[in-house]
């Protein structure tokens, strides 16, 4: 259920999809058009797996296409073949892999990652077909494709965290660390006003900037707009910009403007300070991290009935309509669970998922939770999982302020041994798999 479990990651998926250019190749799509059968031969073994001649030639055209002009010398060409030929195979082992770990990708991740490509290159559905043709190439194989991809990038996601080891201790020595206090201090969203003040100016232009700076301020006391207010009186750079300077950390920031910071309330104003380029007004339009972290929590349970070839979507809806109406006449929501819930993680508990934060389930489960009452049962919804229905038991707010920082600073060290960890893996399932070159 948890949505972490089933958002793509993509950290080697640049050699096979080329979403600028719409350049794909076609290694395993079966699209290999250029290649006639006769002359198509075996350049590699992969464990039960083979790598064609063709498919070695799709992806170095492809490659070349998009190395074009970058450089002006590449590679000879039996070096470049040799780097290839390794992709070829590393892709093979991993998609085997996640074969063997019952990796599965479904048609809506799919479309999602359709719709990436479509808005990233300002396209429509139609367009990016009548490219796809132009290439000798069809939707279908770019679906396919990009199932490979995203298979790979699970598997990448899920068995290389699970080789990272980040204990309490380790969370301790980078939080005590400078850089932990600075990764996990806040973060502030800052808007800002100017009136400057030349170096050589007199005591009248000081005073009259430094009133100008106490109108502004009490304008913005008493309501008025504060970025209109920066468009039309301040003289720093980001006037035109409403006077919105970003997210910074204090560290970030002027001693100056941090002591200002570090006493706002957000939402609130600072008065007036003088530094040597006039008076300075800050508000604290939003902030993240630090202080008290109030998350409001849900108990729910829920009883999932999942699709099958006997089981259309129709049925499972209806069959959930039953249980629902069985609850409402008297019936114990957990029994009914137990005994009919496919969710295996909680259906021995009654259905029970237990406190829950935003976040934590798919989208559809987060908004069937959000929308229905304490006690209220909502109507059978779809989500990538099946068909549920939910239950909210209780509500609470908790203060997960402590808990968010330390999961904040496992985040950043998972983060920084990732790649280390994900060259060292690769490295063993190339040795651990049989790999026979007839290149």
Request: net charge negative; proline share 2%; aromatic share 6%.
């Amino acid at each position: 259920m948890s949505k972490n479990q089933n958002k793509p990651h993509s950290l080697h998926m640049g050699w096979t999809l080329l979403l600028g250019g719409l350049l794909l190749a076609t290694s395993q799509l079966g699209l290999a058009q250029s290649n006639a059968v006769s002359l198509d031969r075996v350049v590699a073994i992969v464990d039960k797996d083979v790598v064609l001649q063709s498919e070695l030639d799709d992806r170095k055209a492809s490659i070349l296409e998009r190395l074009k002009g970058q450089y002006q010398q590449l590679p000879p060409e039996d070096v470049l073949n040799k780097q290839i030929l390794e992709q070829l195979i590393i892709e093979r082992i991993e998609l085997g892999l996640a074969e063997r770990y019952e990796i599965k990708v479904d048609e809506a991740e799919i479309d999602q990652a359709i719709g990436r490509v479509l808005q990233k290159n300002q396209i429509t559905l139609a367009q990016l077909e009548a490219d796809l043709k132009t290439q000798g190439l069809n939707l279908d194989g770019l679906r396919k494709q990009m199932r490979n991809e995203l298979t790979i990038s699970h598997l990448q996601q899920g068995v290389v965290n699970s080789r990272i080891k980040v204990t309490d201790q380790d969370i301790n020595n980078f939080l005590a660390s400078s850089d932990g206090k600075f990764a996990t201090s806040p973060d502030f969203h800052i808007g800002h006003i100017l009136i400057a003040v030349s170096s050589s100016a007199d005591a009248d232009a000081i005073a009259a900037a430094e009133k100008q700076a106490n109108d502004i301020y009490q304008k913005l006391q008493s309501g008025s707009d504060f970025s209109q207010m920066a468009i039309s009186y301040s003289n720093d750079q980001a006037a035109l910009q409403g006077g919105d300077i970003g997210w910074r950390k204090l560290a970030q920031l002027p001693e100056l403007f941090g002591n200002q910071m570090a006493n706002l309330a957000v939402g609130q104003v600072s008065k007036p300070f003088r530094s040597g380029a006039g008076f300075h007004i800050l508000k604290n339009i939003e902030q993240r991290g630090g202080g008290e972290q109030l998350v409001e929590q849900t108990h729910a349970r829920h009883i999932l009935v999942k699709t099958s070839e006997i089981m259309d979507d129709a049925q499972a809806r209806q069959k959930l309509l039953d249980l629902k109406a069985r609850i409402e006449k008297g019936e114990d929501f957990g029994r009914l669970a137990r005994e009919h819930s496919e969710d295996t993680g909680s259906m021995l508990s009654g259905g029970d998922l237990g406190w829950s934060t935003p976040g934590m389930f798919v989208p559809e489960f987060e908004e069937a939770m959000g929308n229905t009452s304490i006690g209220g049962i909502t109507r059978p919804f779809k989500s990538q999982f099946g068909w549920h229905i939910l239950q909210v038991i209780e509500r609470r707010k908790e203060d997960m302020s402590d808990k968010m920082k330390r999961n904040q600073a496992a985040n950043v060290l998972r983060s920084r041994r990732f790649e280390e960890e994900f060259q060292l893996w690769l490295t063993q399932i190339r040795e651990e798999a049989y790999v026979e070159i007839k290149l």
